[in-house]
């Protein structure tokens, strides 16, 4: 009797027919119908070849005795594993590691790679090919296996298959990490490009060339690439065979700002704290206070302005230069540029100041405040203004006008136009005026006017020389004491006083007429001088003095020879004398139309000189008008 059953193993793939039997031989036929039939019954859906199952029973049942065994009958189909991952290098060194030493550069220079370069490439796993079991169901095959590349610096994947370099450098792989050292350097503010150039075998010198100029293009370096400078770092790598450091491939350029034209002052408007005077000495009033010019005189050389030049960066980038406007001082009022351009000159005579950013030239000058040691002494070729007062021992001239607010106090005022002191004239003042002259009063000082002089009150012990008129007609108006000459006449309120010597002239320049006696008492003296010279020398001498000079022992000459050279400066001096008392002459005034008219008093004891007259009052006279009467030859007055 045969008993048969069948197993299915191993999830479905394989099925064991097991066969208890007490027969021998067994009926293999049979046998193999009872395990098709339990197969059916089983389940198994592949079809089983039934001649495949008697050759397994043949083979399981061999021996002459009856046995219980069991015989492999039939198999599904077993799963196929995928191939597993490769990787296909594109560089010479698959593993890079890196010792603590080592230089990257020069172990793995082999390794060049170049932007856009494929570093390497991987062939994914398969996914094997899924069994089926004899039941009909899948058996899932084990995919390949994967190779893990981790992608680093410079690196780009695609798809997890394709790895290429994103710059220039050398490509480093070890324990799976892949990733490029990059063998470019651009500095912080990109004005720069440093390269370490390989020897790259792989191509030839131009081509490695146009490779690295490319590089730098695509890694950002797009302006001041120096091609020279890479072709001689890569003839040097080959020859060297060995990397070339830090070559400086490309260089940017700083922009170069422009500057509008600016203009460098040539006259020196600096103050000086003192001045040194007569040898050691220092005078701390003067200090070149102002700066005179006259028309045509070089203010400024013009510094020519310069056109701004844009900069670069190595990436491309635009660098704007600035355009700076001109920091200096700049022509103003009264000054042109010369023909050719380079000078500002003068175009008036008058004093250079600075206003509102420009150099101009002025026929004014201003003094803000007090004339004193802050400002010294002030000289200046035009007018002068003054808001405060001029404190002693200081000294203001003026070319043209000179214009004073507060007092004059023991100075020196000097103008070629018209003085106005709107306060006092005091203290030992002098003041020349070369027109005319406004005061307040004048105490004590000395006057000198080429016009008329005018006071709102009065002038007490002064010395004063007027060519033109005097008036001082105020209600204080007066002219007490010293010496006032005043050569076309003089209105005042009151003259002279019974305490103080006043001494009063029109009609003529009492310096003329002193200048004149000065000038007779030299010539006299001259003259004098002259004829003791001759007489020393000897009337036949000065016949001939040359023949007289060749006449004489050497010794002898000497003497005659000084004596001949001073009368000759003598006689000099002399022609001098005998042309300025001709000038002199012509500018004695006659006086007869001068006079002097007071609308109060003219005290007793003043002395009054009117033209060719004099006379010193005895009695105090009121509201008269004292005049020169030629046919009298004197002093004569009426009652206005």
Known sequence: ??????????????????????????????????????????????????????????????????????????????????????????????????????????????????????????????????????????????????????????VEEEDGVLFRSSSYGVVLFHEGHLRVLEALRISDDRLQAWMTVFPDARIDEDVQVQKLLSALEILGVREGADRQAIAGAVREARVSRSPVVDVLVAQ??????????????????????????????????????????????????????????????????????????????????????????????????????????????????????????????????????????????????????????GDVWGAEVTAGGQVRIRGALAAGSRVTAGKSLVARYILNSRVEVGGDLEVALSITGSEVYVKGKIRAMGAQGAILGGEVNAALGIEARTIGAPSARTRVAVGVDLRVH???????????????????????????????????????????????IEVLRKMQEIHKREAEVAARREVLAKLVVEGRDAHIAVAGEIHSGTFVIIGQAQITLTETIRHAVLCYSPEEHRVVWRRM
């Open 1 to 154: 009797m045969v008993e048969v059953r069948v197993e299915l193993r191993n999830g479905g793939l394989e099925a064991f027919a097991v066969i208890d039997s007490a027969e021998s031989p067994i009926d293999v036929v049979a046998v193999a119908g009872l395990v098709l039939e339990r197969l059916r019954q089983g389940g198994v859906t592949t079809p089983v070849d039934e001649a495949s199952v008697r050759r397994a029973l043949e083979a399981g049942f061999r021996g002459p005795a009856p046995c219980t065994c069991e015989v492999l009958i039939a198999k599904g189909r077993s799963p196929e594993t995928g191939i597993g991952a490769q990787i296909l290098p594109f560089f010479s060194v698959r593993d890079t590691p890196l010792g603590k030493d080592t230089d990257p550069f020069s172990a793995f220079a082999q390794n060049t790679t170049y932007p856009g370069d494929v570093i390497l490439r991987k062939t994914p796993p398969s996914e094997g090919i899924p069994g089926r079991s004899l039941l009909g169901d899948p058996i899932p095959a084990r995919p390949g296996a994967d190779i893990r590349i981790v992608s680093g610096e410079h």
């Open 252 to 405: 940017g350029r700083m922009p170069v700002d422009g500057r509008e034209a600016d203009y460098r002052l040539v006259v020196d408007l600096e103050k000086k704290a003192f001045k040194v005077v007569e040898g050691d000495r220092i005078d701390f009033r003067e200090m070149d206070t102002v700066r005179n010019v006259s028309k045509g005189e070089a203010l400024a050389h013009r510094v020519p302005g310069t056109e701004p030049v844009p900069g670069f960066r190595v990436d491309g980038t635009t660098l704007k230069p600035s355009h700076q406007r001109a920091q200096g001082l700049k022509p103003g009022d009264n000054t042109v540029v010369s023909e050719d351009g380079q000078q500002v000159l003068a175009d008036a005579d008058g004093m250079v100041v600075i206003r509102e950013g420009k150099f101009h030239v002025v026929d004014q000058y201003l003094v803000p405040g007090d004339v004193d040691f802050a400002t010294g002494n002030i000289r200046a070729s035009g007018a002068v203004r003054i808001r405060g007062q001029v404190n002693s021992g200081f000294l203001v001239e003026a070319g043209k006008d000179a214009d004073i607010q």
């Open 514 to 560: 002193r200048e004149v006696e000065a000038l007779q008492k030299e010539a006299t003296a001259l003259a004098a001088e002259i004829g003791a010279l001759q007489q020393t020398l000897g009337r036949d001498f000065l016949k001939d003095p040359r023949v007289a000079l060749l006449a004489l022992p050497p010794a002898l000459r000497k003497g005659k």
